[in-house]
């Protein structure tokens, strides 16, 4: 199995541990790339700003609340670039007002999850996440 | 041709003489200097008029010679005394006026010293010709003289006055060149083509003289026709004024149109609302403070008044004319305190709607406040839940019952704030998101929420009676249910058992009671408002409480329906009613939706009807 990369952007430093231990505690081959805010996301995406390494990832979990450029125009800057717009973007949110996950969608976001109050929950939620958009399901590639 | 002659000549005498009685009931009334020379100019002319036919016609004989010479001086004086009544008016030039009393002394001398005065049809001595010609003379110069400033003085007056001027300006003319005419007739008794037109002339004259001074009804109101239209157009203008401003704008010129002023001024409530041509040296700032100044007359409006200044010509002439001011400024009064009342009404609507957006703003504010604070409540408590589930997992083993029951507390207290945080959330969502109203069938979802309910609390039994479908927002609807069956479980213990029914208001008319009762320990009275508020809260028999925040969020629901929500007075337990009122209920509701095409469709079987 070749090796999952994932862009985590959160700004909440606990979030973000849980995040890492519940995808981890799949026990897969998964690399996990961190931005945290929306700024520090797009610059990884762009390669710049101190990411010029980065390689693109498989999959974006993202927090929308966020200072500096918040999810939503993360979603919207991503989905509208034709380079980056095959990278599947997953919200995880401790919001689960209408106006944020419709707006999620709306902008292009390709799924969205409640943050859970539980590490199992967690764990369960974003292995069905990791699967479907690695496995079941795959944006299509952008234009050679 | 006799007949005529004495028809007409009837004629004449009459109207000098009306004009002479009119005169003289003018100055009896209003003493002032016009209606003095008026007096005098015409009760002399009236009563030469009134002396000759009585002597001639009544009596059969001339009067005697000395009566002669004196109605032959009051004739002479007739062209002075008109003129000192111009003068009244406005300044005639003193020369003038001095030349017109020499002319009238002389001829007054030589009637008194004239030897005799010829019979009709004996020839005329040398004096006589001379006293004649003299006469005619004066008369000639005079007259017309007169006559053109009336004329001139009608420039710029209402219709009505302008013609009464005009009026008296033909009249004195055409007395005038009857005199001259009637001098140039010869004595002779038959009376030709030419006396006759003298004759005419001569009531002419004295008919316009008649119309000048008092006009006939009739005549008035077809003279006074486009001041009557302007009158008809201010009182339209003014009933669609919406501001005392516009009432002043489109009255004042309407004023000036209908009445001979100089001067117009509306003031109400210490404001001056319009004003036009209103003297320099006028104190408009005294009369705006409420202080009367000299030389105006005023109309009293509500709160204020209607000033004029009037000329010379007003008080004579424009008499009638202040009458119609009168309805004007009547209209005016009535215009401005429904511009008042609109106003207060604009004031309140303003103040409403900047109110309502206050409000608004106060709610968005709010709503968008609580969402932040339990969203940012959140992260905090998901961490702090996450930490303590990943202690126990990672030190379950090596920690005593005390110290994993301490952790178990702080996952408990967790969870209780994020079940607080999100009623709160729900709590300012409630009537201002998701508020779309469907049909919902109370019945089914009560048994769907019971069943949610049983998976929890086993014990827990409900059961539910016919109940009516609702017009409600079936999430809104769901909680109402909801909060109501957990706070029944929650207070009535493991076993309680729950009744859901409906019953028709006996407060609304077309209302529904649904009544959800329970056989718990019930509520006290001195609680059954209270445990309505945010917060409040019972003591549970399992020791455990809810957020309180769940009934806060059934009266806020059933409130955005109209409805109403309290406890009743049932004994043996808890009873909630929830009074829904007509527009609530699916049936009511969708027969209101559906009464248009049904009616419609009724109409049109009627129409196939044979």
């Known amino acids: 199995m070749t090796t999952t990369r994932i862009l985590l952007v959160d700004d909440n430093e606990d979030h973000r541990f849980f995040i890492r231990r519940a995808l981890e505690a799949e026990g897969d081959d998964i690399v996990i790339d961190v931005a945290v805010d929306g700024a520090e996301a797009l610059d990884s995406l762009y390669q710049r700003g101190g990411f010029e390494d980065r390689p693109r990832p498989h999959l974006m979990l993202l927090d929308l609340r966020m200072p500096r450029v918040d999810g939503l125009a993360v979603i919207e800057q991503v989905k509208g670039d034709p380079d980056l717009r095959s990278i599947p973007i997953t919200v995880l949110s401790s919001s689960a007002r209408p106006e944020d996950v419709n707006g999620s969608f709306r902008n292009g976001g390709n799924s969205y999850v409640v943050k859970p109050a539980s590490l199992g929950a967690m764990r369960d939620e974003l292995q069905a996440v990791r699967q479907y958009w690695t496995e079941v399901s795959m944006l299509p590639d952008p234009p050679a | ?610």
């Not at chain 2, 706070?487 to 009544?515: F, H, K, M, Q, T």
């Not at chain 2, 001195?526 to 549970?540: I, P, S, T």
């Open chain 2, 1 to 610: 041709m006799e007949a005529l002659d004495r028809a007409l000549q009837w004629l004449e005498n009459a109207s000098f003489l009306f004009v002479g009685l009119w005169a003289f009931a003018r100055w009896r009334r209003v003493r002032t200097e016009q209606s003095r020379w008026l007096a005098a100019t015409f009760v002399s002319l009236g009563g030469v008029v009134t002396v000759s036919v009585l002597f001639t016609d009544v009596l059969g004989v001339d009067p005697p010679q000395a009566l002669t010479r004196l109605l032959l001086i009051a004739l002479a004086a007739f062209p002075y005394l008109l003129l000192r009544f111009l003068g009244s008016f406005e300044a005639v030039p003193v020369l003038f006026q001095r030349i017109i009393a020499l002319a009238t002394a002389v001829l007054s001398v030589m009637i008194l010293l004239l030897p005799s005065f010829p019979e009709p049809g004996d020839p005329r001595p040398t004096s006589f010709i001379v006293f004649l010609v003299t006469f005619v003379a004066v008369w000639v110069a005079t007259l017309p003289a007169v006559g053109f400033r009336f004329w001139r003085a009608g420039v710029g007056q209402p219709t009505l006055v302008r013609r009464r001027l005009r009026t008296l300006a033909a009249a004195a003319t055409v007395l005038s060149f009857t005199l001259l005419l009637s001098s140039l007739r010869s004595g002779s008794e038959v009376i030709g083509p030419f006396a006759l037109v003298v004759r005419a002339l001569g009531t002419v004259s004295s008919v316009l003289f008649v119309l000048g001074f008092a006009p006939p009804a009739v005549v008035k109101a077809s003279w006074r026709h486009n001041e009557e239209r302007s009158l008809h157009e201010a009182s339209v203008g003014l009933m669609r004024t919406t501001s005392a401003e516009e009432v002043g704008a489109l009255l004042v010129p309407h004023v000036r149109s209908v009445v001979a002023a100089e001067g117009v001024a509306l003031i109400q409530g210490g404001r001056l609302l319009g004003a036009h041509g209103v003297p320099a040296s006028a104190d408009l700032d005294a009369l705006v403070a409420g202080r009367p100044i000299d030389g105006t007359t005023s109309y009293p409006i509500s709160d204020g008044a209607l000033y004029l200044w009037p000329n010379s010509y007003t008080p004579f002439f424009g008499q009638d004319e202040l009458e119609l001011l009168g309805r004007l400024a009547l209209l005016a009064d009535l215009a401005l305190a429904r511009a008042a009342l609109l106003g207060t009404e604009r004031a309140t609507r303003a103040e409403l709607a900047a109110t309502n957006e206050e409000l608004e703003a106060a709610n968005a504010e709010l709503e968008s406040f609580v969402y932040s604070a339990s969203h940012d409540l959140k992260s905090p408590l998901i961490a702090i839940q996450s930490y303590v589930e990943l202690l126990r997992d990672e030190l379950g083993e090596l920690l005593d019952d005390e110290r994993r029951w301490y952790l178990e507390r702080m996952g408990t207290n967790a969870a209780y704030m994020e079940s607080l945080v999100g009623d709160l959330l729900e709590l300012s969502r409630v009537g201002r998101v998701d508020v779309d109203p469907e049909v919902v069938d109370v019945a089914a979802l009560t048994a769907e929420v019971r069943d949610e309910l049983r998976e929890r609390q086993p014990g827990l039994q409900v059961e539910v009676g016919p109940l009516p479908a609702v017009w409600m927002n079936p999430l809104r609807c769901r909680q109402l249910v909801r909060n109501l069956l957990e706070n029944a479980a929650a207070y009535g213990g493991p076993d309680v058992r729950v009744w859901v029914e409906a019953r028709p208001s006996s407060r609304i008319d077309g209302g529904v009671e649904l009544l959800v009762r329970d056989d718990g320990p019930g509520i006290a009275p001195e609680y059954r408002e209270k445990v309505f508020g945010v917060f409040e809260r019972l003591a549970q028999p399992d020791g455990k409480s809810g957020t309180g925040i769940g009934l806060a969020i059934c009266r806020k629901v059933v409130a955005a329906t109209g409805g109403e929500i309290w406890i009743t007075d049932h004994e043996g337990g808890a009873e909630f009613a929830i009074l829904l009122p007509p527009s609530a209920l699916a049936a009511t509701a969708s027969s209101a939706r559906t009464s248009i095409p049904s009616r419609s469709t009724e109409a049109a079987e009627a129409e196939v009807a044979p």
